[in-house]
Every structure is written in structure tokens, then in C-alpha cells.
């Protein structure tokens, strides 16, 4: 069953004349990790708060389509009631901060008071949340005093708590290091194992490609393409839509080294590496 | 973590008392002076929240505030030992600056209720977390939002100072003067105050979209991650003060 359907959804931001997602018809299974690449104002972002109901809720503007997140539709829920089906974790980590909390343990708290869970059931949800992004240690600690990774990862841990079904990740690590977006995905890649469905919004195509098993191209507001990794990687106009394609793409393009069998170039360094040792 | 909490943490009485029967009690302690004006009643209840402050234990971080409050009553001790328009008898001085009594007494009265109302208000501030305190509030049907307002000035604020503390460096490190006479003061202004308020606008709105998808505005009940603390003496503390209110009120009406 689908987890997340889109039905030509329209949408218009209040102060602008052009549309931010123009027309867009998808569906998603239950346990994918989709990845949405894109040049900047492509329409990424606006895709993502459309999963949760930010578009149109928070923001207003002109709305068309339909879009049903696990049983839900957008238009007609409330931004709190989808919260619970859909989670989503922003770009800058600081601002997910509430700032009305002192510690780790509190913040994740913080969707769950609101929501009205019970006491209980929040403890074991938070230890879960903590534990399944490795932030038991810090669970004390003062949510300002963390590093980024981690301040994102108790971003992450807050809207695990809530048991969504599926999570939204609109550019998680652009503002981290290195270490601190490797922290990142490994959770990530917990949290699909445990069998939640990912929707991530993303410029690094290297981890996109390790991670996701299919890809959507937008530009402009539109779907240019939605099918796997390999096969978006594989295009030869992606530079025309201001992706660059993973750097084992590129290296086996200018090799013309493909895949056995396969229309694709390789896309991840496995792939790469299997397919260039075996020429 | 910086903040602007005045909060002194200490294992005392007062500390563990409800909040609410706190702020009841700086409310008593300041209408108590104001129902019977005489002397007495505020030097008692000047005494009254000092000895409670010495209780808590935080009469050493109750000094700057009170340093800073006689430096302004000093200035009030002055003017109207000088020019209170009532001063008949003349005590010391060299015209046209002599003190006189009458002026003096009024000082002194001043004195006194300045020095009880920020006793009774340090007494709520030192001896308070604020998140108890707003606990203690929305648990009392204050909306959740203006809770989580109340909450978030401790910890934004500090982080809005040190963006802009970043930003002065940032145009500093491009040349801009920030220092010298008024007008290179106000020349940098400009360029200092809008990349501030730019900054802080984004980081508002993007601070309540997480807040929306944490369920800020759901509508149902609400629950909370600590048990709902029980403080010792409530319903004493309340009829003592209900008392003392009513009994200076009585005293007003029939003295």
C-alpha cells in the first residue's frame, strides 16, 4: 500500500506569481528512502513541508492537487494531527532548538507534552528515540551545548518520539561537518532498517546514492524524473537541472564503464569498484 | 549555558514553596504598605522578606540589585531632604542645601518601600526556576504558547545576542568602525542593526516551523514529561496570607 500519495498537487506561495510545485502526481511505498535532488528553489523544500501539512497550513497561498500521507489528507488535517503520521527534521539544527528546555531528555519531551502523550508511554518513547541515535549520553546535557551533529540528531530523536511512519529530512546536514552529516546518516540508515519510510531532500548525491532506492529530479516545480539512483545518475542532461552526479558516476561515464547488462552507470563506490575492476 | 535567569539554586524552605504562593506572597508584601501607609506596617514587611531572603540564602546574590537601588535612593534621600515641599525644621546643611526633617522622614518612608518591594520581587526571582514557575501556570490553564513565550526569553534572548555579537564581528572584520566618536557609532548602526533583525526574523520563522510539527498548537489535552510536584504548606501559606490582607484591609477601614 502506498504511503504517501500525490495527485497533481499545485501550489502557489502568497507572495509569489509562479508556482513553487507545479503539478506533481507520485506515490510512495511503505519502507522507501526517497531522495529529492535539485538545483536551490527547485522546490525541495516546498515538497517536503507539503508532507506534512506546513504547505498550505503555515504558510497559506494557492493550493490544488491532493496529497494523502498515510491515510491523511493534507488539506483537510491539521499541522499537530499529521505530526503524529509524518515527522520532519529541518536544515539548520539550531532553530529546531525550542529554546524553552534545559535539557536533551526535555526536548524530545517537548512534541510529546504538546500532544497530550502520556507519561508513561513518553518515558519509553523518549529512551527509544535516544537510544536508537546514540544520544543516550548526552540526555543531560543543555540542548544549546551540543555540536551540530548531535543537536541534529536530538532534532531527529524529538520527532522520532512522536512514532511517525514516515520522516521527512529536508537537507539535514548542509549546515554540519563532515562527522557530524556521517552521524547523521548512520541514523538515517537505522531508522530504515527499522522499516520507516524516508523522504530526503538533499545536495550531497553521493549519500543519495548509497542510501536511497529511488531518486526525484525537480526543477522548477516539476517531477523531471523518479526512478532509481542509477538511472537519474545516469542522465545525460543532469548538469542542465544543476545536479552533479556522483563522482563514480562521472569517473565510469568518462570511462564508458556500465554495468553488465545494465543501461546505467554505477553510482555508488562498490559499484564503481566492481564494475572498473573487472575491465 | 548562558541565561538571564536570576535563579539561585540552594536546598532551602522558600526554594521548595509553590511558585504561585510565592508571586502571592510579593503581592501581599507590596499591597500591605500600600493598605496602611504608616511606618511601621512597611518597616515589618521590609523585615519580613529580608529575613525571608536571608532564609533561602541568597542575600550575597540580592546585593548588586540592592547596591544599585541605594545608589538611586541616595540620589531620592537628597532631593527631598532638600526640597520636599513640607520641610519645616532645618537639621544641617549650608544654604540653599540644608536637609531637613520632615524631608528626611520622607526619604526614609520611600526608602523603606523601595527596598521591601524589590526584597518581596528578589525573593520570587532568586528562589524560583522559571520553568517551575511556568509549569506551575499552564498547569493552572495558562495557554501552553504564552508558557512556552515565558520559557524561551531565557535561552533565546542569550542566543540572539550572541548572533549579533557574531554579526558585530563579522562587519568589523570587513572594515566596518565600530568605535570612536558619535557619528562612527551611528554611521555603523545600519549595516550592524539589519543583517540583526534580518537573521533573527529568518531564524523566528524557521524556529516555528518545528514548533508547528511538534504539536505547539494541538488542541487536546496536554501532558507533562515531570509528575505533577506537590510544595509543602500551600494551603497554609494561602490562608496566612489571605489573612494578613484581610486583616490590614479591616485595619484600614476601621483605624
Given at each position: 500500500m502506498s504511503k504517501i500519495r500525490v495527485e497533481h498537487l499545485k501550489y502557489r506561495y502568497?507572495?509569489?506569481?509562479?508556482?513553487?510545485?507545479?503539478?506533481l502526481s507520485f506515490e510512495v511505498d511503505e519502507g522507501e528512502m526517497i531522495g529529492i535532488i535539485g538545483?536551490?528553489?527547485?522546490?525541495k523544500s516546498t515538497l517536503c513541508q507539503a508532507f506534512v501539512g506546513?504547505?498550505?497550513?503555515?504558510?497559506?497561498g494557492a493550493y490544488g492537487g491532493k496529497v494523502v500521507v498515510s491515510g491523511l489528507e493534507v488539506l483537510k488535517s491539521s499541522v499537530s494531527q499529521l505530526a503524529r503520521r509524518v515527522g520532519i527534521v529541518f536544515q539548520n539544527p539550531f532553530t529546531q532548538?525550542?529554546?524553552?528546555?534545559?535539557?536533551v531528555y526535555e526536548e524530545v519531551a517537548f512534541g510529546l507534552e504538546n500532544l497530550g502523550v502520556p507519561r508513561k508511554e513518553m518515558i519509553d518513547r523518549i529512551d527509544y528515540a535516544l537510544q536508537l541515535l546514540g544520544m543516550e549520553k548526552y540526555r543531560?546535557?543543555?540542548?544549546?551545548?551540543?555540536s551540530g551533529g548531535q543537536m541534529q540528531r536530538m532534532a531527529i530523536a524529538s520527532v522520532i518520539a512522536l512514532q511517525p511512519e514516515i520522516l521527512v529530512l529536508?537537507?539535514?546536514?548542509?549546515?554540519?561537518?563532515p562527522q557530524g552529516s556521517e552521524e547523521v546518516f548512520r541514523a538515517v540508515h537505522r531508522l530504515r532498517e527499522e522499516g520507516m519510510t524516508v523522504i530526503l531532500a538533499e545536495h550531497n548525491m553521493e549519500k543519495i546514492a548509497r542510501y536511497c532506492n529511488r531518486v526525484m529530479l525537480l526543477d522548477g516545480g516539476k517531477i523531471i524524473d523518479f526512478a532509481s539512483p542509477a538511472s537519474v545518475f545516469s542522465r545525460a542532461d543532469l548538469t542542465r537541472y544543476g545536479v552533479v552526479p556522483p563522482v563514480y558516476t562521472r569517473v565510469c561515464r568518462e570511462l564508458n564503464a556500465?554495468?553488465?547488462?545494465?543501461p546505467h552507470f554505477p553510482v555508488t563506490l562498490e559499484e564503481a569498484c566492481e564494475v572498473l575492476k573487472g575491465r | 549555558m548562558k541565561t538571564f535567569s536570576l535563579y539561585v539554586p540552594r536546598d532551602s524552605l522558600i526554594h521548595r514553596i509553590n511558585p504561585i504562593d510565592k508571586i502571592l506572597y510579593t503581592i501581599t508584601a507590596i499591597a500591605v504598605p500600600l493598605i496602611l501607609p504608616s511606618m511601621a506596617a512597611s518597616f515589618l514587611c521590609m523585615l519580613i522578606s529580608l529575613s525571608l531572603l536571608a532564609a533561602a540564602r541568597v542575600v550575597r546574590q540580592s546585593l548588586p540589585v540592592f547596591a544599585f537601588v541605594f545608589l538611586i535612593l541616595c540620589t531620592v534621600v537628597l532631593i527631598q531632604g532638600w526640597f520636599?515641599?513640607?520641610?519645616q525644621t532645618p537639621l544641617f546643611g549650608v544654604e540653599p542645601f540644608v536637609f531637613h526633617a520632615e524631608g528626611l522622614m520622607k526619604a526614609c518612608r520611600i526608602g523603606i518601600r523601595v527596598t521591601n518591594v524589590v526584597a518581596a520581587f528578589l525573593l520570587l526571582v532568586l528562589t524560583t526556576k522559571p520553568a517551575d514557575l511556568v509549569e506551575e501556570l499552564v498547569r493552572r490553564g495558562l495557554s501552553p504558547r504564552i508558557g512556552y513565550v515565558l520559557d524561551s526569553i531565557f535561552q533565546i534572548l542569550p542566543q540572539m545576542m550572541n548572533t549579533t555579537r557574531t554579526i558585530l564581528d563579522a562587519q568589523r572584520s570587513r572594515?566596518?568602525?565600530?568605535?570612536?566618536?558619535l557619528w562612527v557609532r551611528v554611521k555603523a548602526f545600519l549595516p550592524l542593526i539589519v543583517p540583526v533583525v534580518m537573521s533573527s526574523l529568518i531564524h523566528a520563522k524557521e524556529r516555528a516551523l518545528a514548533l508547528e510539527v511538534r504539536g505547539l498548537h494541538f488542541e487536546g489535552q496536554r501532558t507533562w514529561l515531570r509528575e505533577k510536584r506537590t510544595y509543602p504548606y500551600s494551603r497554609e501559606i494561602r490562608g496566612g496570607l489571605l489573612l494578613v490582607l484581610t486583616a490590614s484591609i479591616v485595619w484600614r477601614i476601621l483605624g
Open positions: 502568497p507572495s509569489s506569481e509562479k508556482l513553487a510545485l507545479d503539478d538545483r536551490n528553489g527547485a522546490g506546513l504547505v498550505p497550513h503555515f504558510y497559506r532548538v525550542t529554546g524553552s528546555k534545559w535539557t543531560d546535557r543543555h540542548p544549546f551545548d551540543l529536508d537537507e539535514p546536514t548542509s549546515q554540519l561537518d556500465k554495468r553488465e547488462g545494465s | 520636599y515641599p513640607g520641610n572594515g566596518l568602525e565600530t568605535e570612536g566618536s
